[in-house]
């Protein structure tokens, strides 16, 4: 099946800074998503994305489908923003996604 | 819209019992899965679903059983509990036919919580 990487598995940052983290995907997807999950493991849907770029305030995300990555970006970090950042891909259109490790983020004030 | 809805938010079991995990959703949506979750891990497929009265196994269904009898529900059941079944549950689901350029997003509902003794 189809393999999914993100990196980094960890990342710390001071409130206001920028990061960006990666998704790398073995094969073809007819869907890819971020998916942000809070301290009380509700996964929050961000980005549906399969292919180009997307803005939603100070989160954007651009996936380039030839090259079979996709970058998340936050912007001017906030403590809430704390968290588990997931990818998950699926290329079946039959709703089974396959979920990367995740990225856990901690913004500190 | 209430979304996708599952039931209950926790649940302790004895090895051996049994359970149904219930999963409904409103939207409409075709396809239903149902992931568990493990500590530090991401999601992993058990059982999927592209329609009513159709049913497929996942990456890890051993242990478990689904059926869909109607497009709003589909529930999980432990047919024997194990200590190993101990994780979080979640329920999906997506695909509207009519949804649009976004229709295959897919929905999760808020989890269940189950430990096994």
């Known amino acids: 099946g189809i393999q999914v990487e993100q990196s980094p598995p960890d990342l710390i940052l001071q409130e206001g800074a920028n990061s960006t983290l990666r998704c790398n995907f073995s094969?073809?997807?007819?869907?890819l998503q971020w998916f942000h999950q809070n301290p009380w493991g509700q996964l929050i849907n961000l980005f549906y994305i399969p292919s180009g770029t997307k803005q939603n305030g100070r989160l954007s995300a651009t996936t380039v489908a030839t090259e079979r990555y996709s970058l998340l970006y936050i912007s001017s970090s906030q403590t809430t923003d704390s968290g588990v950042y997931f990818c998950?891909?699926?290329?079946?259109?039959?709703?089974?996604?396959?979920f990367g490790d995740g990225t856990t983020l901690t913004v500190k004030p | 819209n209430a979304g996708v809805t599952q039931t209950p938010k926790f649940q302790v079991l004895k090895t051996g019992q049994s359970m149904t995990l219930q999963c409904a959703q409103d939207m409409n949506h075709e396809y239903m899965s149902w992931y568990r979750q493990d500590p530090g891990m991401g999601l992993r497929l058990i059982h999927y679903?592209?329609?009513?009265?159709?049913?497929d196994q996942g990456e890890v269904p051993n242990g478990y059983n689904v059926s869909r009898s109607t497009t709003e529900d589909f529930p999980l059941r432990l047919l024997s509990a194990a200590p190993s079944q101990t994780s979080v549950y979640f329920c999906?689901?997506?695909?509207?036919?009519?949804?649009?350029?976004?229709?295959?997003?897919?929905?999760f509902g808020p989890g269940t919580r189950l430990t096994v003794l």
């Open positions: 998950a891909v699926d290329n079946t259109n039959a709703g089974k996604s396959t």
């Open positions: 094969d073809s997807v007819n869907n």
């Open positions: 679903s592209v329609g009513a009265g159709i049913t």
């Open positions: 999906a689901s997506s695909y509207s036919p009519t949804g649009g350029s976004r229709s295959n997003e897919q929905f």
